[in-house]
T-cell receptor, first 113, second 113 residues
Framework: AQSVTQPDIHITVSEGASLELRCNYS??????LFWYVQSPGQGLQLLLK??????LVQGIKGFEAEFKRSQSSFNLRKPSVHWSDAAEYFC???????????FGTGTSLTVIP | DARVTQTPRHKVTEMGQEVTMRCQPI?????VFWYRQTMMQGLELLAY????????DSGMPKDRFSAEMPDATLATLKIQPSEPRDSAVYFC???????????FGDGTRLSIL
């Protein structure tokens, strides 16, 4: 069965510190992988996507993610967190056919001064 | 900048009333999704359409919820009769069949009293 797991419900980091948000997936076919960010009162915004090719993908706002097939993971990273990065982050997996998506339960990020 | 538009942004009504939420997908996108987000359940897929045809509405309570696409520029989600447990934020998202990533609207925050 297809699924996405975000093991960390909530993470707190200091401003300027590095960040890594974990995402593990279970998918029968070659996955398409995504990270979205949701600020309070807003919809989800796409941060980055992986379809194929280079396993390290760059996204907006200084984020990057690395696809590791052997670990079924697609962790999101940022070298230096800004206070404005405080938000909810969702990992998602899709198929290369059709448009079905599976979202993780989200990780809430708090940034402290 | 193309975006998904949802109306209304907020809706407060009494239980038993009919609620209609509208979504204008990004022009040219042929796939439309409806999600419901609550603190308890997270992000749940209610239904999705491709080329205006419903492909999956298994996540939607059939007795009171209905989703339609009268034309390519409008998707609607109706609840009749509404109940307090329907209180949530409802998101619409659209996607280009060939490009996968979903683009989300800002949501309709629904409160049923």
């Amino acid at each position: 069965a297809q699924s996405v797991t975000q093991p960390d419900i909530h993470i707190t980091v200091s401003e300027g510190a590095s960040l890594e948000l974990r995402c593990n997936y279970s998918y029968g076919a070659t996955p398409y992988l995504f990270w979205y960010v949701q600020s309070p009162g807003q919809g989800l915004q796409l941060l980055l996507k992986y379809f194929s090719g280079d396993t390290l993908v760059q996204g907006i706002k200084g984020f990057e993610a690395e696809f590791k097939r052997s670990q079924s993971s697609f962790n999101l990273r940022k070298p230096s967190v800004h206070w404005s990065d405080a938000a909810e982050y969702f990992c998602a997996v899709g198929a290369n056919t059709g448009n079905q998506f599976y979202f993780g339960t989200g990780t809430s990020l708090t940034v402290i001064p | 900048d193309a975006r998904v538009t949802q109306t209304p942004r907020h809706k407060v009504t009494e239980m038993g009333q009919e609620v209609t939420m509208r979504c204008q997908p990004i022009l040219g996108h042929n796939t439309v999704f409806w999600y419901r987000q609550t603190m308890m359940q997270g992000l749940e897929l209610l239904a999705y359409f491709r080329n205006r045809a419903p492909l999956d509405d298994s996540g939607m309570p059939k007795d009171r919820f209905s989703a339609e696409m009268p034309d390519a520029t409008l998707a609607t989600l109706k609840i009749q009769p509404s109940e307090p447990r329907d209180s949530a934020v409802y998101f619409c998202a659209s996607a280009d069949d060939r490009a996968q990533p979903q683009h989300f609207g800002d949501g309709t925050r629904l409160s049923i009293l």
